[in-house]
């Protein structure tokens, strides 16, 4: 049996498989539409979620099995304060394969602890967003083609938001990325991410809080929301919610085949004039969540088609 709690529990061969077999899926679909059948999946959110949620339970829905869950911690028994190792063990025989997204970094990794279920980390804290970039990656991967040579800008609350620190532990990986980090100075990445694994694996990047000074220059513009939940006081969220608005006037200076991503959800950081630039693919993005939480739901139940 086996969690995932990082993108990095993944080898990047394993990485590549997924990936192979969310091409599969895509090509195919019918084809995976029995195999789950007669498993379950549970999705426990103690937090928000639109997509990943609803993407982890259409993925299982795809492949015949079905879901159970709880989409917030009030409608949980965590709210008359049952711990998560407790909630696990639990749905460990309710369930075949759960999917937890927490506000408290570490908490997926804790009922993994506790678990007889494969648990994915659907989102920790500030921490990471396995899944998301698995999506991320195949995003790349079908629209861009590879994943070495490229220079990656991140844009956005670079602290806070778990997509970025996912994605960037995700990319060192390959050969010649180049990381372009532009957030406000108090949004730029936490310090273990700088040293322990850019500055660690010797990985070009440059820090800046101007986007149309770089923006010329990139294969790549991850945009990110600022993270309001994660914020001490709703006075710095308010001067840096808007530091940066991505609209038509800064696409016409990025390069012609410059492709833009965002996690979603969208606030204020994508101007929606944007949306309509071949070049804008985070509602595909989204769209391709549903196939690789298939390939890993599959993979994590060990089930085979091919
Ligand atoms: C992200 C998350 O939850 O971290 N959303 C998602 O899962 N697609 C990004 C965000 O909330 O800003």
């Given at each position: 049996m086996r969690h995932i709690?990082?993108?990095?529990?993944?080898s990047p061969e394993e990485l590549d498989d997924l990936i192979c077999l969310a091409k599969r899926i895509i090509d195919n679909p019918e084809k995976y539409?029995?195999?789950?059948?007669g498993k379950k999946l549970a999705t426990c959110f103690y937090e928000p979620s639109t997509r990943t949620r609803l993407s982890f339970e259409a993925a299982m829905l795809n492949l015949g099995g079905s879901v159970l869950g709880f989409s917030s911690a009030d409608s949980s028994s965590a709210a008359k304060g049952e711990s998560v190792s407790d909630t696990i063990r639990v749905i460990s025989s309710y369930a075949d394969i759960c999917a937890m997204r927490h506000p408290k970094e570490g908490a997926p990794l804790v009922a993994s602890m506790h678990s007889r279920i494969p648990v994915i980390n659907a989102g920790d804290g500030g921490h990471n967003h396995p899944t998301q970039t698995l999506t991320d990656l195949l995003t790349i991967n079908i629209l861009?083609?590879?994943?070495?040579?490229l220079k990656i800008g991140f844009c956005g609350?670079?602290?806070?938001?778990r997509t970025v620190h996912s994605l960037i532990n995700a990319m060192?990986?390959?050969?010649n990325v180049e990381f372009v980090l532009i957030s406000p100075p108090e949004l730029r990445i936490p310090d273990y991410l700088r040293k322990g694994t850019l500055d660690a694996n010797n990985i070009k990047y440059t820090e800046v809080s101007d986007l149309d000074s770089v923006?010329?220059?990139?294969d790549l513009l991850y945009m990110t929301r600022v993270?309001?939940?994660?914020?001490?006081?709703e006075e710095d969220y308010i001067r840096l919610k808007d530091s940066f608005i991505l609209d038509a006037a800064k696409m016409a200076l990025a390069r012609e085949d410059m492709l833009v991503l965002h996690?979603?959800?969208?606030?204020?950081?994508?101007?929606?004039?944007?949306?309509?630039?071949?070049?804008?693919v985070y509602f595909k993005q989204a769209q391709y969540g549903v196939y690789i939480r298939m390939a890993l739901i599959m993979t994590l139940l060990g089930i085979k088609v091919d």
């Open positions: 709690m990082d993108a990095l529990d993944l539409s029995e195999c789950c059948k861009k083609g590879r994943f070495d040579n609350d670079l602290k806070f938001g060192v990986r390959y050969e923006i010329g220059d990139m993270q309001r939940e994660r914020f001490f006081n996690p979603l959800p969208r606030v204020n950081e994508i101007s929606t004039e944007v949306d309509e630039d071949p070049r804008a």
